[in-house]
């Protein structure tokens, strides 16, 4: 499922209420740094007539659209990077996020920006200080051993670390939220299981050290990419949230 439109919604957000969204990336193409095997918008893929909308573009149609939303008397809750792949590979993501910044100011000042972000590019200066920037920086870490979350988010820079990760995660001094889908299944001949004791031991020592000022925790809620994965129960991801709660950090749990 892409989204196929820079500028999309309001939808209702599972986790952020009356959302509109901001996709970086073309309309017609899948282009990420992960390669997710439950994402919604399905495996990566472009071709050569795919477009990615420039810094002016993507200020005019978000401009376009706040002030139609504020004419109609519509709420809105969060402006929030999402779409078609990654939005921190927009290489003017940092000056976007200034523009966004203060459209929402003129049009929507109690609306929060957010930007959802697999925090493969954190260790850039740029993107790292557009993130600081923003209300809701909130950044993915589906699991803290590495083989997991190779297999999981199938992470295209071979170099891939998950330690550097967390420690890069860590860095942010709390100004983040980590953000974890958690589910079972089968993938290229091997078992998944990111709600095991072991994988939520190392998660949690994870979080020990990054100290977010929230996660959200939930599950597979659409179709996936892969088959034969399955959602993790309503009841195993309570009993997650409370150990997270037990180390004095706010959980927000979706079913």
Same mark, same amino acid.
């Given at each position: 499922?892409?989204?196929?439109?820079?500028?999309?919604?309001?939808?209702?957000?599972?986790?952020?209420?009356?959302?509109?969204?901001?996709?970086?990336?073309p309309v017609n193409a899948k282009i990420c740094s992960f390669d997710c095997i439950y994402c919604e918008c399905g495996f990566n893929f472009t071709h050569e007539g795919a477009h990615?909308?420039?810094?002016?573009?993507?200020?005019?149609?978000?401009?376009?659209?706040?002030?139609?939303?504020?004419?109609?008397?519509?709420?809105?809750?969060?402006?929030?990077?999402?779409?078609?792949?990654?939005?921190?590979?927009?290489?003017?993501?940092?000056?976007?996020?200034?523009?966004?910044?203060?459209?929402?100011?003129?049009?929507?000042?109690?609306?929060?920006?957010?930007?959802?972000?697999?925090?493969?590019?954190?260790?850039?200066?740029?993107?790292?200080?557009?993130?600081?920037?923003?209300?809701?920086?909130?950044?993915?870490?589906?699991?803290?051993?590495?083989?997991?979350?190779?297999?999981?988010?199938?992470?295209?820079?071979?170099?891939?670390?998950?330690? $550097?990760?967390? &420690?890069? /995660? @860590? *860095?942010?001094?709390?100004?983040?939220?980590? =953000?974890?889908?958690?589910?079972?299944? #089968?993938?290229?001949?091997?078992?998944?299981?990111?709600?095991?004791?072991? $994988?939520?031991? &190392?998660? /949690? @020592? *994870?979080?020990?050290?990054?100290?977010?000022? =929230?996660?959200?925790?939930?599950?597979? #809620?659409?179709?996936?990419?892969?088959?034969?994965?399955?959602?993790?129960?309503?009841?195993?991801?309570?009993?997650? *949230?409370?150990?997270?709660?037990?180390?004095?950090?706010?959980?927000?749990?979706?079913?």
């Amino acid at each position: 499922m892409l989204f196929n439109e820079t500028i999309f919604g309001p939808i209702h957000s599972r986790r952020l209420g009356a959302s509109l969204g901001v996709n970086l990336l073309p309309v017609n193409a899948k282009i990420c740094s992960f390669d997710c095997i439950y994402c919604e918008c399905g495996f990566n893929f472009t071709h050569e007539g795919a477009h990615i909308p420039t810094r002016s573009e993507v200020a005019l149609l978000l401009e376009e659209k706040l002030k139609s939303l504020l004419e109609k008397g519509d709420p809105l809750d969060v402006i929030t990077f999402a779409g078609n792949g990654e939005p921190t590979l927009h290489r003017d993501f940092n000056a976007i996020i200034d523009d966004t910044i203060r459209l929402r100011d003129t049009y929507f000042p109690k609306a929060k920006v957010s930007v959802l972000s697999n925090a493969t590019r954190i260790h850039k200066p740029k993107v790292r200080e557009a993130l600081l920037k923003v209300d809701n920086n909130i950044l993915k870490l589906d699991s803290a051993i590495a083989t997991t979350a190779k297999l999981i988010n199938q992470p295209n820079n071979p170099t891939f670390s998950i330690d $550097e990760t967390i &420690a890069q /995660l @860590e *860095a942010f001094n709390g100004k983040l939220i980590i =953000q974890t889908l958690f589910f079972t299944g #089968d993938y290229k001949g091997q078992h998944i299981d990111n709600t095991t004791e072991i $994988e939520v031991v &190392a998660w /949690l @020592e *994870a979080l020990k050290r990054i100290r977010p000022q =929230q996660v959200m925790i939930y599950s597979l #809620d659409r179709a996936t990419p892969a088959q034969n994965l399955q959602k993790a129960n309503s009841e195993t991801l309570s009993a997650i *949230a409370k150990r997270v709660e037990a180390l004095g950090i706010e959980t927000q749990v979706t079913f």
